[in-house]
């Protein structure tokens, strides 16, 4: 079956453009998890959805980050005004309902911003 | 805080060779643990996990227990193989925190033949 997919694999942009970066769950799975991951680090959460709304956005590092997800399946993340230390690859995971359910990430979106 | 810390790598490795790679947690409340593996070019994919105190995860020959009084949760394999190469990363999960993932920041094994 289909697992999380993630679009683009890759994005090269330069600073100060705008990107939309998309994420595709596994059908069915209601939560949905945006990570970032920089080089040689761990993954750091982002935002979690459950359904339609952002139940947690803790992790968003500033305003110029937002995240969208109107229909309670595709997410789409949301990079205004780009900064090189943006530059990263941005993780989605989904699981069925949340709450120590396991979750299953999807291959990543390497941003690159110049 | 709630944080993981890992053993630094690369760890290299003889096929065949005793597998440890430690972990240590901060959290507060009562934490799920977790190994996830990150095969080159791949997504990460969970290895095991224990959601509580005691608890012993095991998956493809590899192992970890919660322990609670050390606040650990060391992975462990007995025979590496080549194939075993990858980034072991360690993570807890609190449930009443909305269910994210905190992860250490990676550990790089490398099995030689």
């Known amino acids: 079956g289909a697992g999380v997919s993630q679009t683009p694999s890759n994005k090269v942009t330069e600073k100060g453009k705008y990107v939309e970066l998309r994420c595709d769950p596994i059908?069915?799975?209601?939560?949905l998890y945006w990570y970032r991951q920089s080089l040689g680090q761990g993954p750091e959460f982002l935002i979690y959805f459950q359904g339609t709304g952002a139940a947690d956005d803790s992790g968003l590092p500033n305003d110029r980050f937002f995240a969208v997800r109107p229909e309670g399946s595709v997410s789409t993340l949301k990079i205004q005004r780009t900064e090189r230390g943006d530059s990263a690859v941005y993780l989605c995971a989904s699981s069925l309902m949340g709450t120590d359910n396991e979750q299953f990430f999807g291959p990543g979106t390497r941003l690159t911003v110049l | 805080g709630n944080s993981v810390t890992q053993m630094e790598g690369p760890v290299t490795l003889s096929e065949e060779a005793f597998l440890t790679i430690n972990c240590t947690y901060t959290a507060t409340g009562y934490p799920s643990l977790f190994w996830y593996v990150q095969y080159p070019g791949e997504g990460l994919q969970l290895l095991l996990k224990a959601t509580k105190a005691d608890d012993k995860g095991s998956n493809k020959g590899f192992e970890a227990t919660y322990r609670k009084e050390t606040t650990s949760f060391h992975l462990e394999k007995g025979s590496v193989q080549v194939s075993d190469s990858a980034v072991y990363f360690c993570a807890l999960l609190l449930s009443y925190n909305t269910d994210k993932l905190i992860f250490g920041t990676g550990t790089r094994l490398q099995v030689f033949p």
């Open positions: 059908s069915g799975h209601t939560a």
